[in-house]
């Protein structure tokens, strides 16, 4: 476990997750594009569910952090609620589960510290917490989380306000407040924002739809296009410029 943790340190994660409606929805194509990422130099993949993962670890020698999205009619926790749901990503390949760090109610009245106890025990598997606040924080590495992440900062009802761009602040925040690592998560768009992630004392940073989501990465160049064609036609207009149609 420590060499695992040695080889995530100032590194990259990359998240290969794409949702049922995603043109690249399949576990075939999240171990070729966590192959792309390994290509490129990342040492971690971030994954959700156990095909994906299976797929990729067949793949690639990376730790992957495996996810199990699930939802649950008795509560608001998506991300690995239950032990079941751990369970199974981990035997699928993963090294690290990561799970919903809040104190929100879980289905089935499990509870946070019971589940990473069992995942430290049961299936000897490193556990990352996401959250969305200080106090989750708090409250997840008292349940025993071995990484805190902002994965859900500006996601939930209770927790951090959403931002335009990664929540740096909650980055700052948490390291000061916390002796665990903390993998900063959630909307780096920018090689920038990484640098200052690090700067300001990340463990590691993952990385997702800024390099594995092919229709949000066109939609950003588009719509940097569109801006461009608007700012031209009014500074054409205030000059007294004319356009034939």
Do not use: W
Not at 5 to 17: D, H, T, V
Not at 50 to 79: E, F, H, M, R, W
Not at 136 to 142: G, L, N, R, T, V
Request: charged residues 20%.
């Amino acid at each position: 476990m420590q060499d695992l943790f040695k080889g995530l340190q100032g590194r990259i994660i990359i998240s290969c997750q794409a949702a049922p409606d995603e043109p690249l929805h399949g576990a075939n194509f999240m171990a070729a594009m966590a192959r792309a990422a390994a290509l490129g130099g990342a040492a971690g993949i971030r994954a959700n569910g156990a095909a994906d993962v299976a797929a990729i670890c067949a793949t690639v020698t990376l730790p992957v952090i495996g996810i199990n999205k699930q939802a649950y009619p008795d509560s608001a926790v998506y991300i690995t609620p239950t032990f079941d749901d751990a369970r199974i990503v981990v035997e699928a390949g993963a090294k690290i589960v990561a799970l919903d760090g809040t104190a929100r109610p879980r289905p089935n009245g499990e509870n946070l510290p019971d589940i990473i106890r069992r995942i430290h025990s049961e299936l000897h598997a490193l556990v990352m917490a996401d959250l969305s606040s200080i106090e989750d924080a708090i409250f997840a590495e008292a349940a025993g989380a071995d990484f805190l992440g902002t994965t859900l900062s500006g996601y939930t009802a209770h927790g951090r306000p959403a931002v335009e761009g990664p929540d740096l602040d909650f980055i700052s925040d948490l390291v000061r407040a916390s002796r665990k690592p903390v993998i900063a998560e959630g909307r780096f768009y920018d090689p920038a924002q990484v640098a200052e992630a690090f700067a300001r004392g990340a463990f590691a940073v993952v990385v997702g739809g800024a390099v594995t989501r092919p229709q949000e990465i066109t939609r950003r160049f588009v719509a940097a296009s569109l801006h461009h064609d608007r700012l031209s036609t009014e500074s054409a207009v205030s000059k007294g410029e004319t356009f034939e149609t």
